[in-house]
């Protein structure tokens, strides 16, 4: 005596793309949502010099590794490496300078440029 299951079209579909997700060979669709990058400088003025805050913010990705880089006036780098929190979230680094002059922020996700911010810090009173 031998059993023969039949299952309809939908639930044979079904049970083949539960399958395949599981295996990895699909990823589900929310992973496929877009992923959104936003950098901007924040200032901070105290009686010696400026700090700068550098904020990034992804959006559809959590605990993302990023590099952030502030070029001064002189063309002098100062990076660091950090990581975001959930999606969403400020990431946060701060950087302390006593220069006049242009300066640009550039945010990097995997070597791809992902935003950049300029701005301009002169002398009070002039």
């Given at each position: 005596m031998s059993?023969?299951?039949k299952?309809?079209?939908s639930?044979?579909?079904?049970?083949?793309?539960l399958?395949?997700?599981?295996?990895?060979?699909l990823?589900?669709?929310t992973?496929?949502?877009?992923?959104?990058?936003?950098?901007?400088?924040?200032?901070?003025?105290?009686?010696?010099?400026?700090?700068?805050s550098a904020?990034?913010?992804?959006f559809?990705?959590?605990?993302?590794h990023?590099?952030v880089?502030?070029?001064?006036?002189?063309?002098?780098?100062?990076c660091?490496?950090?990581?975001?929190g959930e999606s969403?979230?400020?990431?946060?680094?701060t950087?302390?300078?006593?220069?006049?002059?242009?300066?640009?922020?550039i945010?990097?996700?995997?070597?791809?440029?992902?935003?950049?911010?300029?701005?301009?810090?002169?002398?009070e009173?002039?």
């Amino acid at each position: 005596m031998s059993l023969t299951v039949k299952l309809k079209p939908s639930v044979l579909a079904l049970a083949a793309a539960l399958a395949i997700t599981s295996f990895g060979l699909l990823t589900p669709a929310t992973s496929a949502a877009k992923v959104r990058y936003a950098g901007h400088v924040r200032f901070h003025h105290t009686s010696c010099c400026g700090i700068q805050s550098a904020v990034f913010k992804v959006f559809g990705r959590s605990d993302v590794h990023y590099r952030v880089c502030q070029i001064r006036p002189n063309g002098s780098r100062k990076c660091r490496n950090l990581a975001t929190g959930e999606s969403g979230q400020p990431s946060r680094t701060t950087f302390l300078n006593q220069d006049v002059g242009t300066f640009k922020v550039i945010w990097k996700v995997e070597g791809r440029v992902r935003d950049t911010d300029d701005y301009f810090v002169a002398v009070e009173g002039v």
